[in-house]
């Protein structure tokens, strides 16, 4: 048996299977829980078909089948770690230029030359030892990739892949005495992508916004004049605000950490707050494109690309589009410039229609009147790309108006969307206080301000619209500083009886590090929470 076996590992070239599917596993087991099997299942696909054509390409140079196998994977292997490799070489302090495409891919295209030109000349030579270790080491590869299998199951089941597994303000909540009585409101929770604060744009554009926080005001809203976002990225903010609780001491507020997208917008289906209202009987909505499997949003996803992203970007073809390709927008090309505009065009409209979607199933929202509710509705808006005037018509690109936007020009170009969003806050605003019923609550925010400030300025990030309506108009609980940590504190104290504490209000500033996870401070949960609501 044992010498069948190591005669199938020193005459089968399985590494050219095994080095694509390992690729693949190990990248599986970093996203545990989030990709579909059928998703995992054709990326192997594609990277198998590529794998597959290459020693068909070498083949044709590289006569004998068995060295132009060993050569199609010491070429494949390097392609897949690439940016794995990248990254080491340029934290490993060489200088610069070393770490460079400049530097890098002549070297890859002068090797992969020599590669199968060597492997042509010296294919006489016996590979029966070559086989067996290639197949052998692949194989320990992938055995070695099962105990993280095992790992990361056992840490989705008991932390269900969330940014934020506690559940602390739910059990907060459960510990004190409610009145079952007491009303129970509908709750909309409007949320608008980078919608900064009327104060910090005339602080700092000299823009004038004023004329919302007037409407606002006429409506019965109650205007925080210096809000805050807790953190100045949405997948940390909005997560916080939901959670009620400010993010676990192991999770390093990062932005370019992917596991962060997937739990942070796991965490928007499946928190505090949610829990919380469907034990008290209300139906949740949630029309949002942030959360990858999201029931009420059978569309396409701000962040969908990430999944595809997850395994391309690791290859060479992946870094080399995602880091170098965008110089192609500066080809002065009749041909570039038409298909620049026709991408952009095709993204203005899907945002377009994003909207239009958002709008719609929060106003069919208000026909529910069999439970109480809580919908909550996120715009991308005035978030860039800068796709709208201020009365929200597309902006339509041709080759010859190709947008150019810079430090300068962005401003302005904001604020039109900014306009724009006033208009939607208007129009929802009057058609829930119009249609939906008397006892609602109504809550108007801005994720986290605008963010690209100057360093110096880098804390109006943080500064957000913050706007609140209660219907009986009793805001005494209400006051000039308050963050989204504590907005649901305080709605559920007045309207559910929770009497639940107020956290300290601070800002948290998102870094543009990569790991989100804090080793030395991870804790698990003492208990296993109820099964999340996704």
């Known amino acids: 048996m044992v010498q069948r076996i190591r005669r199938l590992l020193e005459t089968r070239a399985m590494f050219l299977c095994l080095a694509p599917l390992f690729f693949i596993y190990s990248g599986y087991n970093e996203l545990f829980g989030f990709l579909p099997v059928t998703f995992v299942l054709w990326q192997y696909l594609v ?45 490993s302090g060489v200088p610069r230029f070393f770490g460079s495409y400049t530097f890098i891919l002549p070297i890859l295209g002068i090797l992969f030359i020599a590669s199968i030109y060597w492997f042509r000349h010296y294919n006489s030579v016996g590979w029966r030892d070559h086989y067996f270790y290639f ?19 056992q840490l989705d089941q008991s932390v269900h892949n969330l940014i934020d597994f506690r559940f602390t303000t739910q059990q907060e909540y ?50 925080i004049p210096h809000s805050a976002a807790n953190y100045n990225w949405t997948i940390h903010s909005i997560s916080t605000t939901l959670n009620m609780q400010y993010l676990p001491d192991y999770i390093v507020p990062v932005m370019n950490d992917l596991k962060v997208y997937f739990w942070g917008s796991a965490s928007f289906l499946d928190n505090s707050l949610i829990k919380i209202l469907q034990q008290e009987g209300y139906r949740t909505h949630q029309f949002q494109p942030i959360s990858f499997n999201n029931p009420d949003w059978p569309h396409p996803t701000f962040f969908g690309d990430l999944k595809s992203q997850h395994f391309y970007f690791k290859t060479l073809p992946g870094r080399v589009y995602r880091d170098i390709f965008w110089n192609y927008t500066r080809v002065n090309n009749r041909w570039v410039k038409q298909l620049q505009a026709h991408l952009i065009n095709r993204r203005y409209n899907a945002r377009k229609t994003e909207l239009e979607r958002t709008l719609q199933k929060i106003k069919q929202s208000c026909i529910d009147t ?13 978030h860039d790309p800068y796709s709208f005037d201020a009365e929200g018509n597309i902006k339509t690109v041709t080759p010859q108006s190709l947008p150019k936007e810079s430090k ?19 129009e929802l605003v009057k058609y829930i206080q119009a249609k939906n019923k008397t006892e609602t609550v109504i809550i108007v925010a801005g994720d986290h301000g605008y963010k690209y400030y100057e360093k110096e300025q880098s804390h109006y990030n943080f500064r957000n619209l913050s706007a609140i309506y209660f219907p009986d108009g009793d805001y005494a609980t209400l006051y000039d500083s308050l963050t989204p940590v504590n907005t649901f504190r305080l709605v559920l104290n007045k309207y559910l009886g929770a009497n639940l504490p ?10 543009e590090k990569r790991e989100a996870i804090h080793p030395s401070k991870k804790i698990r949960p003492a208990g296993t929470p109820s099964a999340p609501a996704r």
């Open 47 to 91: 990277v198998q078909g590529f794998a597959l054509l290459l020693y068909i390409f070498i083949r044709r140079f590289v006569q004998a089948p068995k060295p132009a196998a060993i050569c199609t994977l010491l070429l494949v292997a390097p392609l897949l770690m690439f940016g794995f490799l990248h990254d080491l070489l340029k934290s």
């Open 135 to 153: 197949n052998l080491l692949l194989l320990a590869l992938m055995i070695s990739e099962i105990p993280n299998s095992i790992r990361r199951y």
């Open 174 to 223: 459960q510990q004190k005495k409610r009145d079952p009585a007491g009303n129970r409101p509908d709750i909309f929770f409007l949320v608008f992508d980078a919608m900064a604060s009327s104060e910090s744009l005339l602080e700092t554009m000299g823009r004038d916004n004023r004329q919302l926080d007037t409407f606002l005001h006429r409506q019965g809203f109650r205007v």
């Open 370 to 382: 069999t439970q109480p509710k809580f919908v909550y509705g996120h715009f991308m808006l005035p």
């Open 408 to 426: 300068t020009e962005e401003p302005e170009l904001y604020f039109e969307q900014v306009t724009y969003a006033n208009r939607i806050i208007e």
């Open 502 to 511: 107020l956290l300290t209000d601070s800002s948290i500033y998102v870094s």
